[in-house]
């Protein structure tokens, strides 16, 4: 516990980013630990995104698609500051909407740095047990032979790309499809995903595309937004490991900087298949993607 307390202190106190939870101050003495942060008044991205049956007394609206892609771009600039300009830099290893948290104006700030851990500028990578949580972890780390492999950045790019989807779906990284039936939602929105891709976005009023839309908002969205989220999405997550951006192309990508065919183009659909990410699929030929 002590170690825990320790690494969380000195890794968070070594950030200074707008998207980043900032420590206020800490305290340690004998079995007595607290660490201070700056309050965050308008709780976590989850509870805005998903509106469930315990939820609606606080959450009296969904937020907005400019608000949603304005979170999707700040918590992409915060993690690609954890990755790129962080001496040593930082992997995360626990991003969910539950550790993302909104100011009054709904600027988002990352949280909860417990289990991150520091990575050396000569090496791209920590040999560790991966950690974090079932729902947000990489295919690759979730096998038996998987909980031996070297972390990436690249960990944190599924997780963001998971975060993504929920923005996109108003529904949990982990849903009731049906009473008592849950499915991972990176799964069930394979085939939504690959009819709209696979059309290249002729229309995105069309029926496919409202069932995969947050069902609680109008479909009032910037097109060309929603398109950048979405291949920002399917990029992160259906992507293999090697070839998922870096956070840095991303935020580029969100920002209207790239287009979004540097990161997915349309044969890049092979990825989408039933069972996708978790079946196992044949490591892609090439090298990491830039």
């Known amino acids: 516990m ?14 200074c980013h707008r998207n980043i939870v900032e420590v206020v101050g800490y305290c340690s003495e004998e079995a007595d630990r607290l660490i ?16 469930g049956r315990r939820q609606q007394k606080t959450v009296t609206a969904p937020i907005d698609w400019p608000t949603r892609m304005k979170i999707a771009l700040g918590t992409a600039e915060g993690l690609a500051y954890l990755h790129e300009k962080c001496k040593p830099r930082i992997i995360h290893r626990d991003i969910k909407s539950d550790n993302i948290l909104l100011d009054d104006e709904f600027n988002p700030k990352i949280g909860d740095f417990g289990i991150s851990k520091e990575f050396a500028d000569s090496k791209t990578h920590v040999s560790t047990i991966p950690k974090g949580t079932p729902d947000y972890l990489a295919p690759e780390h979730c096998t038996e032979d998987g909980q031996n492999k070297r972390l990436t950045d690249k960990s944190d790019v599924f997780s963001f790309g998971v975060v993504l989807l929920e923005l996109i779906t108003g529904k949990l990284a982990v849903f009731e499809k049906e009473r008592r039936e849950y499915i991972f939602l990176t799964i069930w929105a394979v085939p939504l995903l690959k009819q709209i891709l696979d059309a290249e976005y002729q229309d995105l009023d069309a029926e496919n595309c409202k069932e995969l839309f947050d069902s609680k908002l109008p479909n009032n969205f910037e097109k060309n937004d929603m398109k950048r989220l979405i291949y920002c999405a399917v990029a992160c997550v259906y992507k293999p490991a090697n070839l998922r951006p870096h956070m840095c192309k991303i935020v580029k990508v969100l920002n209207g900087d790239l287009e979004p065919k540097t990161i997915w183009v349309r044969s890049d659909c092979k990825y989408l298949y039933r069972g996708s990410p978790y079946t196992p699929f044949p490591q892609a030929q090439g090298t990491s993607s830039s």
């Open 2 to 15: 002590e170690l825990l307390f320790e690494d969380e202190v000195k890794t968070i106190s070594r950030t």
């Open 36 to 51: 201070v942060y700056e309050f965050v008044s308008n709780n976590c991205l989850k509870s805005h995104i998903y509106v």
